[in-house]
């Protein structure tokens, strides 16, 4: 096992034959190290979607090797409340998943569960709440807690505060800077937003067309950027 890494994808060509469509992803390379939130940039329909669904084993890569060093990552998705049963309350929402790994006792489970819902910053009075009963930034701290439940070490955040606004953004993205801290974790976070990739992100990947066309640190994309299309994403970024 190499202690460095939580994820490496060597050559990974991926898409979606099985429906008809075309081949998404073109000899992918990059590796997640431990510890850091790396971003993957690029415009809709370029193919981080895919590329999430690929390395979740969602989608079976053509050609190319997926590693992982860690359990199975977690997701955080875009919109918490498709990604939380609307019937069900927190506090199920969030249980169900110790439930269903079967190892946990009911006490043990609802510990866990409170625990959570504290880490992640929200009162014990949003355990019976359902989804339609909280504000958009307290769904995704829910959709948040439920990725960590099992203790992951290692998500992938695709687009978890474009839907919400600038305040409490700021708010999510200080939230996943301190859990990374006190949780040991990696991410990577998928954006098409560069400001917020900016922010939180120590290495970028630009992708465009299903390539990797540029990486490096967030120093180095945003000050010193090789790319045409980077310097296009940055610009629109402005």
Known sequence: MNEELVLSLSHVYSGYHDRG????LHDVTFDVRHGEILGLVGESGT?????????????????????????RPQ?????????????????WALEEPLRVYGKYTKAERKRRVREMLER???????????????????????????????????LIADEPVSALDVTIQAQILELLRSLRREL???????????NVVYQLCDRVLVMK??????????????????EDYTRQLLAAAE
């Open 184 to 194: 040991d974790l990696s991410f990577l976070f998928i954006s098409h937003d560069l």
């Open 47 to 71: 193919g981080k979607s895919t590329l999430a669904k690929t390395i979740l084993g969602m989608v079976k890569p053509d050609r190319g090797t997926v590693t992982h060093y860690t359990k």
């Open 21 to 24: 469509g075309q081949e998404v």
């Open 120 to 154: 992640v910053e929200l009162p014990p009075e949003c355990l019976e709440a359902k989804p339609s009963e909280l504000s958009g930034g307290q769904r995704q701290r829910v959709s948040i807690a439920a990725a960590l439940i099992r203790r992951p070490k290692f």
């Open 209 to 226: 067309d299903g390539r990797i066309v540029e990486r490096g640190t967030v120093d180095e994309i945003f000050d010193h950027p090789k």
């Open 75 to 91: 997701m955080i998705f875009q919109d918490p409340y498709s990604s939380l049963n609307p019937f069900y309350s927190v506090e």
